[in-house]
């Protein structure tokens, strides 16, 4: 078994308050959610209504699936409107 984690520092460039910033995550986790059937949830930074840490993961008995669903989250945040990644830290257990 593979455990793939993901820890993302986040900026939310056209978040003016902290209930755009909700607004802007909601929509981005349920889509990470639905879309790769990965557990992802707000780690970091919730008081902060202009960056978030993110953290997220994925379980699977093939290394390089969870490397190529990792690979395709960060691509898929990266062109998220409004959402910028600042950094990541990527764990395989």
Same mark, same amino acid.
């Given at each position: 078994?593979?455990?793939?984690?993901?820890?993302?520092?986040?900026?939310?460039?056209?978040?003016?308050?902290?209930?755009?910033?909700?607004? @802007? !995550?909601?929509?981005?986790?349920?889509?990470?959610?639905?879309?790769?059937? %990965?557990? +992802?949830?707000?780690?970091? *930074?919730?008081?902060?209504?202009?960056y978030s840490?993110?953290?997220?993961?994925?379980?699977?008995?093939?290394?390089?699936?969870?490397?190529? @669903? !990792?690979?395709?989250?960060?691509?898929?945040i990266e062109n998220h409107?409004? %959402?910028? +990644?600042?950094?990541?830290? *990527?764990?395989?257990?």
């Open positions: 078994m593979v455990v793939g984690v993901l820890t993302l520092e986040l900026l939310l460039a056209g978040s003016d308050s902290l209930k755009d910033k909700r607004k @802007v !995550l909601k929509s981005l986790l349920e889509r990470l959610k639905h879309r790769f059937n %990965v557990s +992802v949830a707000e780690v970091g *930074r919730q008081d902060n209504r202009r840490t993110v953290g997220i993961s994925a379980v699977s008995g093939d290394i390089a699936h969870i490397q190529s @669903v !990792l690979d395709t989250v960060v691509r898929f409107n409004g %959402v910028e +990644v600042i950094s990541m830290e *990527r764990e395989l257990l």
